[in-house]
């Protein structure tokens, strides 16, 4: 019985039962009565499925050419595939804006709106700070930044040097492994970690980019590691990122962003009238409005003096539009600290050494903490909305003492444009169809005489797979693809911290104006994971 287990390829018990009524009772019983698995000859009987497995692929092998001379030509019905709106806000969890009655904002990536020229000073100040502070090689100054390598939400690992996508599991992306501005292959990847798979806690060994900011680094980081490699230079990974981590710090800690960008408002600042309209609605509601910025006074005044002078009145000052402001409160730490709050003299550029009982609106505060925020205003937490671009610094701490929760993602607009084209939708269907027809080979279970078959086919399937996934990713960025999505589409690292942390995410605030106060917003029924990512079937490229 045991050498017929074998022989089958299949388990069966071996219990007396079986053997009795299936062997023992009939001594002519024929063992293709046992059904074996396709593809095995049994002494005595032929059960060779070769003829069926070749008929399956077969048909396979036609639905694929079929599906191909339907690549040919966008059907006209892929046009009338719904499509996302770039400016929509998507909800994680539900949310009754009636509910809401204190709206709370960040000032960098959030209220404020820049220009790609930040991305570029933030980089040339910081690597201009590695040469002639931290004497790094004078030849690092003929970097530049390439605002078309990174994206939010990369990793980078201090121990291996790597910046790395993660999807939504924390495994790596297959396309999304550098080491400095190479990529690396799946073999190498394998080799270096054993796995794709990081798990969520060999994630806390890496250092997340999450904000806005983070682009000049991610940038930075890759490129003086690449210019070290080839160089032959010895390096210690995690000394590179300390340094361009100090450097990008003191580019914002020391004012010197700050100072340019106030000197050439023009050039780096978004005059947007829409956010003031936003703000002055929420007013006229009788909302409580209030600013928590980390960035000190005088930069978040000149920036809102220039965004917003067009729109406000004259002889008024954008902080009529808020009941509290509070500038440098030292977010993440804000959230968990006890600090007090400190008055600070506008006029004098001092703080005051009274304590601060309470948070008046014709005054501005430093420092402080959630804990003080929450006794002296008195504002519970589900009627409390707190908006902000850092997934981490901003919205965690909020999100666990009961806010509500909203994230600024800029590029979201713009790949939401991306996904609604006729060029990403095309590729997407290809795909969707191409991984159906790969399940069904998948299936098929092949003896060796026809495997040939078989494998022509599977690898024709495979790069073609390849193709469209290349194709879908150079569409947003040819280095790592997507922000929320990765290339075998699924939801990326940094759409599981929003979908962790984030209520509702949206590109700016001032899309809240599209929304009537008594909205209820809630998520899709039919949406698991990323509210704004349609899917397009397959099936619209079976048959004309």
């Known amino acids: 019985m045991a050498a017929l287990r074998r022989s089958l390829g299949v388990f069966f018990p071996a219990s007396n039962h079986f053997l009795k009524s299936s062997l023992v009772a009939n001594a002519n019983a024929n063992p293709c009565h046992l059904a074996p698995s396709r593809g095995f000859k049994l002494d005595g009987c032929n059960i060779d499925a070769d003829s069926t497995s070749h008929d399956e692929i077969t048909k396979i092998r036609n639905e694929f050419e079929e599906a191909k001379k339907n690549f040919l030509n966008i059907p006209a019905a892929l046009n009338e595939m719904p499509t996302m709106n770039p400016e929509g806000i998507y909800i994680n969890k539900n949310l009754k804006l009636d509910d809401l009655q204190v709206y709370g904002f960040d000032y960098d990536y959030t209220l404020s709106h820049y ?296 590029e979201l607009e713009d790949e939401i444009k991306i996904q609604n084209s006729e060029s990403y939708r095309f590729q997407q269907a290809k795909l969707h169809i191409i991984l159906e027809l790969l399940g069904k080979i998948h299936a098929t279970v092949v003896s060796t005489e026809k495997g040939q078959i078989y494998k022509s086919l599977l690898n024709e399937l495979n790069s073609e797979r390849q193709k469209c996934r290349a194709a879908m990713r150079d569409l947003f960025n040819s280095s790592f693809g997507a922000t929320f999505l990765t290339d075998t589409g699924k939801e990326s690292s940094f759409a599981y911290h929003i979908h962790q942390h984030a209520d509702v995410y949206t590109s700016k605030p001032e899309n809240f104006l599209a929304y009537p106060p008594e909205s209820w917003l809630h998520p899709p029924y039919d949406v698991k994971i990323m509210p704004h990512h349609v899917k397009v079937p397959g099936s619209l490229f079976k048959g004309s």
């Open 115 to 410: 220009s790609e020229h930040l991305q570029v000073l933030i980089y040339d100040l910081a690597k201009k700070h590695l040469v002639h502070e931290l004497k790094y090689p004078d030849s690092c100054l003929q970097f530049e930044y390439d605002s078309k390598f990174p994206v939010r939400g990369l990793y980078y690992d201090r121990q291996k040097g790597c910046l790395l996508k993660l999807d939504f599991f924390g495994s790596i992306e297959t396309d999304g492994c550098f080491h400095g501005r190479r990529k690396l292959t799946l073999d190498e990847i394998k080799e270096l970690y054993g796995t794709r798979h990081i798990g969520r806690n060999h994630q806390r060994g890496l250092v997340a980019l999450m904000d806005f900011f983070c682009f000049s680094e991610a940038c930075l980081i890759a490129d003086i590691i690449q210019h070290f490699t080839d160089a032959k230079l010895d390096f210690d990974a995690s000394y590179v990122y300390e340094d361009v981590n100090h450097a990008i710090q003191h580019v914002h800690r020391s004012g010197l962003v700050h100072r340019q960008i106030l000197a050439e408002p023009h050039k780096f600042l978004v005059k947007n009238e829409r956010v003031v309209q936003f703000l002055q609605k929420l007013k006229e509601k009788g909302k409580k409005l209030f600013l928590l910025t980390n960035s000190p006074f005088y930069f978040v005044d000149g920036g809102m003096h220039y965004m917003l002078e067009d729109y406000i009145g004259k002889g008024s000052s954008w902080r009529e539009l808020f009941d509290v402001v509070i500038a440098q409160a030292n977010k993440p730490t804000f959230y968990n600290s006890e600090y007090p709050f400190r008055c600070y003299d506008i006029e004098k550029d001092t703080l005051a050494f009274t304590p601060v009982d309470k948070l008046l609106p014709n005054e501005v505060y430093y420092h402080g903490s959630l804990k003080s925020f929450l006794q002296i205003t008195k504002w519970k937490g589900p009627e409390v909305i707190y908006f902000g671009d850092h997934l981490f610094s901003d919205l965690r701490g909020p999100a666990k003492a009961g806010w509500r929760t909203a994230a600024i993602i800029h």
